[in-house]
């Protein structure tokens, strides 16, 4: 029998993050994520990684696109104000291809806000903090063992996609500790990126071959010649002004995710099969929602929850589908309604859509949401 | 046992997150599902600081404490905020230092020299928070002796073994 361990959020993402592979870490520690930082100066020397705190976000997400460009698995963490500060390289990261994972363990804001509060208000800037039209991958955990097993979703996309990925965990998670059963090796997939076999081999560094959509990626030294730039780039990654270029690279950004949603998409169905009232909420807020089910099934109402573990892309297609057969949609979020745009966009006028959010500092109590769910 | 709903409160500096989080190993080590959470203010130390744990013999739902049924207060602001409106069974422990307001009374409730304990007879006073977990343990008998130790000693730092274990004991030791 595999061992319960007790575990932090933000430890477990550590732990999930070398058990992916991950061997270099750059970051500028932050509330409610500094574990996160703690925990990787500790462990990266022990597995053969680097750490390095860097003199501020922006410089640390740049190392950590630089360490995944040289071919090594790298992820940052953050929090509010370091995920603004880090939206910038996020876009270098989309144009130019080179995966990594952004942790950013929310908080409650705007600006520096309040540093040891839960929230999820950066839902929206997880899709459009980077500025142009791009890919965006965001997951969110719910368990402490979902942030180790997430984190690892995280790399394992990274790498498949040639895309930054965002880990959109919040303190309620990150600062939890909890009973972990940590997966062996050999029980979760690991997916790296596709490396040229030689650089003879290689070609231009951005051509797609065989009808991908997703290039192969040589690391530094590999021998394969070829410049980064976070201008729009022609096949040799050299900057060119051509629309034509500019159209169908950015529309190929996009389409390597769209069209690979059935790959990509992550969700959770609780108590819906039956269910009048769907309760759709994520991360932490999973966590009160199951409680105010579990009340609310005793008194006889019958309530689920549908929960998006990609919030990004969203899995509206089947949000749709569930909004037909409920009475109702209660979105649960810990801000003033950012996946409830979303909601909104894809249940149009097929049910009823409450909303509870929270911007306090404090987190949803499952009371809240079992009167809510009753209101006429 | 079904659930029990934990929370300690004082001032920040004193320990009482890492106590919270001594009580949720001995419960894994007791093959319980337990829930550790925390609320601070930005200050290092000094400000209202409240640790809180879930130790349940079922999966845990929501993390936080909603219907304590054990409360610790070390500081008297503490006292004030987390021991009013608690349910009727609801065990409040509190160091002796707080001063116990005339229009407050509480069927379970216990008094004790915490804060001197650790100050005075382990001469420490950073083992406040061992003290508390001994006090505790020994109040609501949820951890073997073994298992307690060896949650106190994964939490503490080395070289300071001998004295949290001494912490402990003479915390067991205040309640009768």
């Given at each position: 029998m595999k061992q319960m361990k007790l575990m932090q959020g933000n430890e477990a993402c550590v732990e999930g993050a070398i058990a992916a592979g991950c061997r270099f870490y750059a970051g500028y520690p932050i509330t409610p994520s500094a574990e996160i930082a703690e925990g990787c100066a500790v462990r990266m020397p022990q597995v053969g990684g680097k750490f390095i705190q860097m003199e501020d976000e922006i410089a640390s997400c740049a190392a950590a696109i630089g360490a995944s460009a040289a071919g090594v698995k790298s992820m940052t963490a953050t929090s509010g104000p370091g995920f603004s500060l880090k939206q910038e390289n996020l876009g270098y990261a989309c144009l130019t291809e080179i995966p990594f994972v952004l942790v950013d363990v929310q908080r409650a804001g705007p600006s520096t806000g309040l540093p040891t509060s839960p929230s999820q208000g950066d839902v929206m800037q997880a899709r459009?903090?980077?500025?142009?039209?791009h890919p965006a991958i965001a997951l969110s955990p719910s368990t402490v063992e979902e942030c180790y097993t997430l984190c690892i979703k995280c790399f394992n996309l990274a790498e498949k996609y040639r895309t930054p990925v965002i880990f959109l965990m919040d303190e309620i998670v990150g600062h939890l500790r909890e009973n972990v059963e940590i997966p062996e090796e050999g029980e979760f997939e690991i997916v790296n990126r596709t490396v040229p076999a030689s650089p003879a081999e290689a070609g231009p560094a951005y051509a797609c071959k065989n009808g991908s959509l997703i290039p192969e990626m040589a690391p530094f030294g590999h021998g394969q010649r070829y410049n980064v730039t976070g201008?729009?780039?022609?096949a040799d990654g050299f900057p060119t002004n051509s629309t034509e270029i500019a159209d169908a690279q950015v529309k190929r950004l996009v389409a390597k995710i769209e069209e690979n949603l059935d790959d990509i998409l992550a969700w959770e169905e609780t108590?819906?099969?039956?269910?009048e009232v769907c309760i759709l909420c994520y991360g932490g807020t999973a966590r009160s929602a199951q409680s105010a089910v579990e009340a609310l099934r005793a008194e006889g109402i019958r309530a689920g929850i549908f929960r998006p573990i990609t919030l990004w892309p969203f899995p509206g297609k089947r949000l749709e589908e569930i909004s037909r057969k409920v009475k109702k949609v209660l979105v649960a979020e810990h801000n003033n309604g950012q996946i409830l745009l979303e909601a909104e966009r894809v249940i149009k006028n097929n049910c009823r859509i409450d909303f509870i959010g929270k911007v306090d500092g404090t987190v949803i109590t499952p009371d809240e949401i079992v009167r809510k769910v009753k209101e006429a | 046992m079904s659930k029990m709903e934990i929370r300690l409160a004082g001032t920040g500096g004193q320990g009482l997150i890492t106590g919270t989080i001594i009580l949720a190993e001995a419960g894994i080590f007791e093959n319980k599902f337990v829930a550790q959470s925390q609320s601070y203010g930005?200050?290092?130390?000094?400000g209202m600081c409240k640790g809180e744990v879930i130790i349940s013999d079922e999966k845990i739902g929501f993390t936080k404490v909603t219907k304590p049924t054990f409360v610790m207060a070390l500081s008297q602001p503490s006292f004030g905020k987390?021991?009013?409106?608690?349910?009727?069974?609801c065990f409040v422990l509190v160091d002796e230092s707080i001063v116990i307001p005339e229009d407050w009374s509480h069927k379970n409730f216990l008094s004790l020299p915490i804060l001197a304990t650790a100050r005075e007879k382990v001469g420490k006073m950073q083992t406040v928070n061992i003290v508390s977990v001994g006090a505790i343990n020994k109040i609501l008998n949820f951890s073997s002796e073994e298992n307690i130790k060896k949650a106190v000693l994964m939490h503490v730092p080395k070289g300071t073994e001998e004295l949290n274990l001494k912490a402990l004991e003479e915390g067991a030791r205040l309640v009768k």
């Open positions: 459009w903090g980077t500025h142009g039209d201008l729009i780039h022609a108590d819906l099969e039956d269910a | 930005p200050e290092a130390r000094g987390y021991c009013r409106d608690l349910d009727e069974d």
